[in-house]
């Protein structure tokens, strides 16, 4: 007897076909060793930036960024005039 999937003999009358028959499939996409998935690419990217900044904070005198080189000015007096 063939199965439901017998596709040979299209015009058998005896090979019982489903009609309208709904199937749910389930696909599975692996991403690699099973860690998750590019979580160490944005890790990478984390440190790399706190590297930068610490850097940047650690050398600002050396690259002009404050210091000892920036001067507050307040003056001694400020004149208000109210008419």
Same mark, same amino acid.
């Given at each position: 007897?063939?199965?439901e999937?017998?596709?040979? $003999?299209p015009?058998d009358?005896?090979?019982? $076909?489903?009609v309208? $028959?709904t199937v749910?499939r389930?696909t599975? &996409?692996e991403? !690699?060793? !099973?860690?998750g998935?590019g !979580?160490g690419g @944005? *890790?990478? @990217?984390? *440190? =790399? &930036?706190i @590297?930068? *900044?610490? *850097?940047?904070?650690f050398? $600002?005198?050396q690259?002009? =960024?404050? !210091?000892?080189?920036?001067?507050?000015?307040?003056?001694d007096?400020?004149d @208000?005039?109210?008419?």
């Amino acid at each position: 007897m063939a199965n439901e999937f017998d596709n040979d $003999r299209p015009n058998d009358p005896q090979v019982d $076909r489903p009609v309208d $028959r709904t199937v749910e499939r389930t696909t599975i &996409i692996e991403t !690699g060793n !099973g860690n998750g998935g590019g !979580g160490g690419g @944005v *890790l990478a @990217v984390v *440190l =790399l &930036i706190i @590297v930068v *900044l610490a *850097l940047l904070f650690f050398f $600002r005198e050396q690259l002009g =960024l404050g !210091g000892s080189k920036t001067e507050i000015s307040i003056p001694d007096q400020i004149d @208000v005039n109210i008419n």
